[in-house]
């Protein structure tokens, strides 16, 4: 018995559990005996700023750990044949059936981005990974849910919401599978890893230990990827929001054009997660037109700050100049189309 | 140790969502019903990062350039400030000219407005009623009680708001909600962003946006920010 505990102890790092506890316990007496004492006399527009640049960020937080976890878990337990194997062969029904790929794995856009990065290590191809990444955070039950629970008044909006964002993120994707050399697309450092699957997290050995290993791997890299992108789009949403006067926006509401640009512009700002988005728009219903909040939802889970700063940990800019614009137009079609025919 | 900041980084984010949680004051920044989501992931990735600490002797060298700049100042913010509320200065942000459109996310107000009782309505409920214009008899002899912080929204006659943001998601949605409230000489007993408990009636008067329903209080008492300053 003895043996088997010196021989345990021996395979942990009990110096870095040391460490580690050191701080978070420094960490936490400071928090819960120290922080309130202080009197930080802050300019409030200041603490506002940190309020709001906190609130984006603890917010995705629990959103950004779900979607390293399974993209850690897929990368360590699915085998590498499994969703080719379940997914159609050909290229427009593949991207398709990857548009509903959100109701297996229900995620916020913070979350979609790390399990885009593990499908395309897997071997999918950037035009389906960028498929799901525009169409899961909402074609999934969370948002879909939501997104009813908000409008149930309009269940066109509903509607609009779903067959807009199927359509944008499937014809996006048919776009990107024209280039035929699409790894062009991605930063060079993912390239490099998407070229080595197996090395990425470590040996793939089939024990349960190493492959806990290489989970737990996998997923410290892929949540600190993000969460450095993410404090940045929260601290520039929380810029925006605090120093740009949101009525600027709100006072061109009226018009029909106006009104999509600027419900357009307000999706990029705020930066909002897709499953609970419906409720902030909501709050413009009486002074918006139902159009342009329809295109609110459209283009917000698609594009905004936060996620092109995550996605930047993947794809060029170049590529994301052209996703972004072609998201951007598309959605503001969408607010036309829907403001003329509802 | 340079190896290790993504751990620890990862590590001190989860623990301060976590300790936030323990002293109650998730609810400054999220709604309240993440919160049970949000500790549960702020443990399980604690967990995991353990695990990886645990079973990692080398570990692959990640590049501790400009772009953890971010993550390290949001870090500093976080831990090294109390847990604050938004204040007045975002309410001048984010007035809506239509207040019944900031005032239709509250799910629960319907209830509260259909109750016998309108001693128990919040700011944000009253607030509801005053958008839809019920007619001015409907506010004579209804007792009010309500609380929520100051905010000079340049009413004039010492008439201010006693308001509190509503949000549905996180603080980043929150909507300013408030009704109008006479003080004589506010500022010499009170200042802006000063919580106060307020019990009076409903009174027409001129204010410098026109005739409006406002709350003349019987009386005014000071308090201190509560537990959970946000209606929703």
């Known amino acids: ?342 | 140790m340079r190896s290790k900041m993504p751990v620890i980084i990862l590590a001190i984010s989860a623990i301060y969502v976590l300790l936030l949680g323990h002293q109650g004051d998730l609810d400054l920044y999220i709604h309240p019903r993440y919160i049970l989501f949000t500790r549960a992931f702020a443990l399980i990735c604690l967990a995991v990062l353990v695990v990886n600490t645990a079973m990692s002797r080398t570990e692959a060298t990640h590049k501790m350039g400009l772009s953890t700049l971010p993550i390290l100042m949001v870090l500093l913010f976080a831990v090294l400030l109390p847990a604050k509320s938004l204040t007045s200065a975002t309410v001048s942000q984010r007035v809506v000219a239509d207040q019944s459109a900031a005032s239709s996310l509250f799910q629960n107000s319907s209830a509260n407005i259909f109750s016998n009782s309108t001693k128990i309505l919040s700011v944000a409920d009253w607030a509801q009623i005053i958008a839809s214009n019920p007619g001015t008899e409907y506010f004579t002899n209804k007792t009010v009680h309500v609380s929520g912080f100051i905010v000079d929204a340049g009413l004039g006659n010492d008439v201010v708001w006693v308001a509190r943001f509503a949000i549905t998601c996180c603080a980043v949605d929150a909507q300013p909600v408030g009704i109008p409230v006479k003080i004589v000489n506010w500022r010499s007993g009170h200042s802006q962003d000063q919580w106060v408990d307020v019990k009076g009636n409903f009174k027409e008067m001129e204010t410098n946006k026109g005739r409006q329903i406002v709350l003349i209080p019987d009386s005014v008492k000071k308090i201190s920010e509560p537990d959970n300053p946000y209606a929703y």
């Open chain 1, 1 to 342: 018995m003895v043996s088997r505990i010196v021989a345990f102890t021996k395979n942990i790092n009990l110096r870095g559990i040391l460490v580690l506890s050191l701080i978070l316990l420094m960490t936490a007496y400071y928090r819960l005996y120290i922080v309130d004492a202080i009197d930080a006399s802050i300019p409030n527009k200041l603490q506002d700023f940190i309020t709001l640049s906190l609130s984006i960020f603890i917010e995705a937080f629990p959103f950004l750990v779900l979607g390293s976890l399974l993209a850690a878990a897929v990368n360590t337990y699915v085998s590498h044949e499994f969703f080719h194997k379940i997914l159609p062969k050909k290229p427009v029904f593949r991207r398709t059936a990857m548009s509903f790929l959100g109701f297996l794995l229900p995620v916020c856009e913070c979350g979609n981005v790390p399990l885009s990065r593990a499908l395309m290590i897997q071997g999918f191809k950037p035009s389906e990974s960028v498929t799901f990444l525009l169409a899961a955070p909402v074609i999934n039950p969370v948002t879909i849910w939501s997104t009813w629970a908000a409008f149930s008044y309009d269940g066109s909006i509903l509607i609009a919401r779903i067959a807009a964002t199927l359509l944008i993120a499937n014809i996006i994707g048919f776009v990107i599978s024209l280039v035929k050399n699409q790894e062009q697309f991605l930063t060079n450092s993912f390239a490099k890893v998407c070229q080595t699957p197996k090395s990425y997290g470590g040996e793939a050995d089939a024990s349960n230990r190493f492959q806990l290993r290489r989970f737990s791997r996998l997923f410290t890299h892929e949540a600190f990827a993000m969460i450095s992108m993410l404090a940045l789009g929260a601290m520039i949403a929380g810029t925006i929001q605090t120093f740009v006067p949101r009525d600027i926006l709100v006072g061109i509401g009226s018009n029909v054009i106006l009104a999509i640009v600027a419900m357009l512009l307000l999706a990029f700002v705020v930066s909002i997660c897709a499953t609970v988005d419906a409720f902030f728009a909501l709050s413009f219903a009486n002074t918006f037109t139902a159009g342009s909040l329809v295109s609110f939802m459209v283009f917000g889970p698609m594009i905004d700050i936060k996620m092109l700063t995550l996605m930047k940990t993947t794809f060029k800019t170049n590529i994301l100049l052209v996703i972004s614009a072609f998201s951007l137009i598309q959605s503001f079609i969408t607010g036309i189309i829907f403001t003329y025919a509802f």
